[in-house]
């Protein structure tokens, strides 16, 4: 489905524009329709959740990047729900958008309503978070190189633990791809640390879904210290999931004991890595996606090929990083 008759769709699109306007803020010129442009069209964007900052970056350099083009944009919150993020589709289709951007709620699930769009001739892109449901035709998608930052993340669990390994719990987030991709990473890394070592190997004892969130990601690792109280490390698969960790070890009073490599390097994570709270990070780069997933759009309405898939690599982050990083305390 890389090329459709686009004709049609823009001006289904630029009839659309004038009845909405986006809902998703971000300032004067975040829409062309606020500063009297003329409007091309209208994208409708369901991220996983406004409540990460993660997912908040990516819906702003997705609005201001089309309205540098003549694009309106409605961003919309899917709330980790699949129902709430398949009526959201539902209203874009509804609304006539010329193209859908998503962070899949559900890698599987959120299948059913990406066909509807297909029938419905409407190109849907996904960023970050990617949709494996067979079937589901999607146009691009865009994302972080997770599985290259689970290595990274691993990587460092090595370079954290030493010689001593211990025993590691990986607060994971398996509904998603992209979090499927890191802990693959992550374990490829340790599997070949512990070939032939007969001591000093590093063990995952348990991975627990935490939701992705912090509150999850303090209750699967206070329980994980009381089936594991010489627990070694904990690899969380966000930052948010890491502070939920952070917070759970200084409750426990092992946060001497237990060391902690994440993912995301939002600010509050690297805030954390600075101040030694979290080892490390293998950091995204969400201005970077929201604003690659708007060129690849504008590709596919020229009529141009795109790839399938863009990937961006990662980073690793420590606190040495931290301690030069101007944008923190």
Known sequence: MKRRLYLFLTITSFVSSFLFCSCGGGGEDANPSDSGKPVKGTIGVSVLTLGNPFFSVIADNVKIEAAKHGYDV??????????KQANQIDDFLTKGVAAIVLNPCDRISTGAAIKKANDAGIPVFTCDLKCVAEGADVVSHVGSDNLQGGKLAGEAMVEALGESGGK?????????????LRVQGFKEVINNYNQGKESGQIVVVTELDGGGVRDEGYKVTEDTLQAH?????????????????????????????????????????KQAIKDGKIYADPVQFPDKIGVRTVELILSYFNGEDVPSEVLIPTELYRQEDGLKDASLN
Not at 168 to 180: D, E, G, K, T
Not at 237 to 266: T, W, Y
């Open 74 to 83: 409605i961003v919309v919150d899917g709330d980790r729900n699949v129902q």
């Open 168 to 180: 590691v719990l990986v607060v994971h987030f398996p509904q998603a791809n992209s979090c499927q």
């Open 229 to 269: 109280p010489d627990l070694a490390g904990v690899f969380a698969i966000n930052d948010p999931s890491a502070l939920g960790a952070r917070a759970a070890l200084e409750k426990a009073g092992k946060q001497d004991q237990v060391k902690i490599v994440a993912f995301d390097g939002q600010p509050e994570g």
